[in-house]
């Protein structure tokens, strides 16, 4: 399965300010995805990446709080923007590498807001 | 409404015990379950399932899946520390890219 790398690991922001987290997969792949993890819940679908093209966002989230960029099929960045605490959360990268193929993810980040 | 319900929310064992982790669902447009383990952040893809009736199997882990019912169990026989983890259930549905999460059953092992 494809190798994922998402950073940072983990960070603590200060509240109206942004932080970028970056995913790179080693292998192009077909699709790619943004998911959080509030604390204590599971997993919710935030976005999916489009390459080339705006993201497409679920119920909830819009794309001037979580912006998305994705140039090219090995790589996406999600932005948090203006952050307040209730965006504390585990915020995770994942992959499909074939239409009906299994979801693989990155390592995640933690993210604590103060 | 669609749902993925897991049972129970949290398990303590001894090493050696037998687990049986359950994933209910209601959902449209039914395409697979999947199973996840969450250690720290990151879900660890376990199984796929699509079809009725056929066990999944790796190591100690095994799955199967009931469309008729709609459930699936996740086995794992003498089990390890190392098998403590958050244990997630996912289902996939034709024309959606999202992959609708469970809450997870919690397993905790002990020596």
Redesign the interface.
Known sequence: ?AVISQKPSRDICQRGTSLTIQCQVDSQVT?M?WYRQQPG?????IA?ANQGSEA?Y?SGFVIDKFPISRPNLTFSTLTVSNMSPEDSS?Y?CSVATAI?S?????????LTVT | EDKVVQSPLSLVVHEGDTVTLNCSYEVTNF??L?W?KQE??????LF?LTSSGIEKKSGRLSSILDKKELFSILNITATQTGDSAVY?C?VDQTGA???F????TRLTVIP
């Open positions: 399965s699709m995805f819940q599971s997993l919710t679908l999916t497409t679920e585990i995770l009906n299994p979801l693989h993810f990155g390592n995640g980040t933690r | 395409r697979s999947l996840y720290k952040k990151a879900p660890t893809f796929m997630l996912a890219n999202n992959l999460f469970g809450t997870g």
